[in-house]
Nanobody, 126 residues
Framework: QVQLVESGGGLVQAGGSLRLSCAAS????????MGWFRQAPGKEREFVAA????????DYSDSVKGRFTISGDNAKNTVYLQMESLKPEDTAVYYC???????????????????WGQGTQVTVSS
């Protein structure tokens, strides 16, 4: 079992920054792939970013590439999402997820993640 707890969400003005954290317990994340997804009201959950810790490989959706950075801290068993130049359209509940079976080629698909956090709200005002 893996438990994931997100934190760091909040209200920020457009152009501002936030850093989300996802702390894991139960198993070491270093062998997994970790992803961040988001869901805005009335919309489907969408892929944001993913990291494969064993290789350092990362992937980003086109909508956040160049603005968001995913990273991890093995010692803290925590994955981060640094968000810069935030836009109102980034407003959503952000979820972290763990793929313990390392299906990296499927990293953009939520159904291939095994564990999910409870989500943290990010609101960007214009």
């Amino acid at each position: 079992q893996v438990q994931l707890v997100e934190s760091g969400g909040g209200l920020v003005q457009a152009g501002g920054s936030l850093r989300l954290s996802c702390a894991a317990s139960g198993r070491t994340l270093g062998r997994f792939a970790m992803g961040w997804f988001r869901q805005a009201p009335g919309k489907e959950r969408e892929f944001v970013a993913a990291i494969r810790w064993s290789t350092g490989s990362t992937d980003y959706s086109d909508s956040v590439k160049g603005r968001f950075t995913i990273s991890g801290d093995n010692a803290k068993n925590t994955v981060y999402l640094q968000m810069e130049s935030l836009k109102p359209e980034d407003t959503a509940v952000y979820y972290c997820a763990a793929d313990v079976n390392l299906r990296w080629t499927m990293k953009r698909l939520s159904e291939f993640y095994d564990y999910w956090g409870q989500g943290t709200q990010v609101t960007v005002s214009s």
